[in-house]
């Protein structure tokens, strides 16, 4: 079983700079990708930034550069650099990991991003 567990939201002001982590319960690096999602009040939930195992990074055009997807050297906990923040960046952000046999998600994190 694995579990996610996110951290390091909270309320920035517009154009302001948050770090969101992802600790794995275990190594992470056998996960064929580790992903930020996010959650919007009456929206879908939708794809941020997502790192693959051989550590490609891909990113919601939304995002692209400004946000930044690493991980760290133990492969157990998996960054989110958000930088340039703007309202629209408001929401519950998911840490989710795929296996390749299963998909987990992390209970979430707000952002509020308002002045």
């Known amino acids: 079983q694995v579990q996610l567990v996110e951290s390091g939201g909270g309320l920035v002001q517009p154009g302001g700079s948050l770090t969101l982590s992802c600790a794995a319960s275990?190594?992470?690096?056998?996960?064929?990708?580790m992903a930020w999602y996010r959650q919007a009040p009456e929206k879908q939930r939708d794809l941020v930034a997502l790192?693959?195992?051989?550590?490609?990074?891909n990113y919601a055009d939304s995002v692209k550069g400004r946000f930044t997807i690493s991980r760290d050297s133990a492969k157990t906990t998996v960054y989110l650099q958000m930088n340039g923040l703007k309202p629209d960046d408001t929401a519950v952000y998911y840490c989710?990991?795929?296996?390749?046999?299963?998909?987990?998600w992390g209970q979430g994190t707000q952002v509020t991003v308002s002045s």
């Open positions: 790192i693959t195992r051989p550590g490609r990074t």
């Open positions: 275990g190594s992470i690096f056998g996960f064929v990708a």
């Open positions: 989710n990991a795929d296996t390749g046999d299963s998909v987990y």
